[in-house]
């Protein structure tokens, strides 16, 4: 899929630069779209990045961004019907999400938060999948404190969700029976205030999160290896993944403009300045 997908970049990249004339139209010398609006719909994990998209390109250009969350399963099904010009995922397209054109735009690491009184820095895979499974119940039983360990899942449809899941997939013995007792949160910003909250908590954020991340909580290490952009990037740190627009086959033209702008050293710069990892260079 990455390799699909990168080829599907250069080809978009190629595309745009020809549509938008080497950016001389964001620049203001050529952009004529007065009233243009474009939808984009999904991932809780995208939206808060999509929203500085949206402020620093509306500040040159005649287009309107309009944002909206609802997960990386709205970001399909709403790019699917048209009632989106841009889904946002953070995870890969499946097999069964077809007549969609996928963009990655920045990589993410997804961040394992506990409980600080937990007593944890560290953990595997797969002590991380025993405890989503409900064989570990206790933070004693992975070298904690003796506090009941509370799992906080996201809702069906969440690319973080999604990516943790698959992942934790691959260990022998993990199910899922137990998720319908789980507290379920619908957002990023649900989550990290839930895991704030809830004594014992485990949770869930993506990487852009970790500058709200403090007091209580603790974002701990995954096979020895914390979550930063240089552990994802290089792929030493395994809960990592691919953020992603898509649109329903080719981009219109203003479309095109937008997405070839994100890929731009303007918009890279802004997905490294929110935390995340930047697949182009920024300067």
């Not at 929203?51 to 909206?68: A, D, G, L, R």
């Not at 841009?86 to 920045?106: C, F, H, N, Q, Y």
């Not at 014992?200 to 991340?213: D, H, K, P």
């Not at 994100?262 to 995340?276: D, N, P, R, T």
Request: a negative charge; glycine letters at 12%; hydrophobic letters at 35%.
């Amino acid at each position: 899929m990455e390799n699909k997908t990168t080829i599907l970049i250069a080809v978009l990249v190629t595309a745009a630069v020809c549509i938008a004339g080497s950016y001389a139209a964001f620049s203001g010398t050529g952009n004529d779209n007065q009233n243009v609006s474009i939808t984009v719909t999904g991932s809780t994990t995208v939206q808060p990045l999509m929203v500085e998209f949206q402020e620093e390109f509306e500040q040159h250009s005649n287009m309107i961004i309009n944002v909206t969350g609802g997960g990386s399963g709205a970001g399909v099904s709403s790019a699917q019907n048209g009632t989106a010009d841009i889904g946002m995922l953070s995870r890969d397209l499946k097999s069964s999400e077809t007549g969609l054109i996928p963009v990655v735009i920045a990589r993410d690491g997804v961040v394992i938060l506990t409980d600080k009184n937990a007593g944890i820095t560290n953990m595997t895979l797969e002590q991380l999948a025993k405890i989503y499974s409900g064989e570990y119940t206790n933070w004693s039983q992975v070298g904690g404190s003796n506090l009941p360990i509370n799992p906080i899942i996201r809702e069906e449809g969440s690319g973080t969700r999604d990516c943790i899941d698959t992942l934790m997939a691959t260990v022998s013995g993990f199910n899922t029976d137990k998720f319908n007792r789980y507290s379920t949160q619908a957002s990023t910003g649900a989550m990290l205030t839930q895991v704030k909250n809830v004594s014992g908590a485990i949770g869930y954020v993506n990487l852009g999160s970790l500058s709200e991340i403090g007091g209580s909580v603790s974002a701990v290490s995954v096979g020895g290896v914390k979550a930063t952009p240089e552990s994802v990037l290089d792929g030493t740190y395994e809960l990592s993944r691919n953020l992603i627009l898509v649109t329903k086959g080719d981009p219109d033209d203003n479309t095109a403009f937008f997405l070839n702008w994100i890929l731009s050293k303007q918009g890279q710069a802004i997905v490294e300045e929110e935390g995340f990892v930047p697949i182009g260079p920024t300067a």
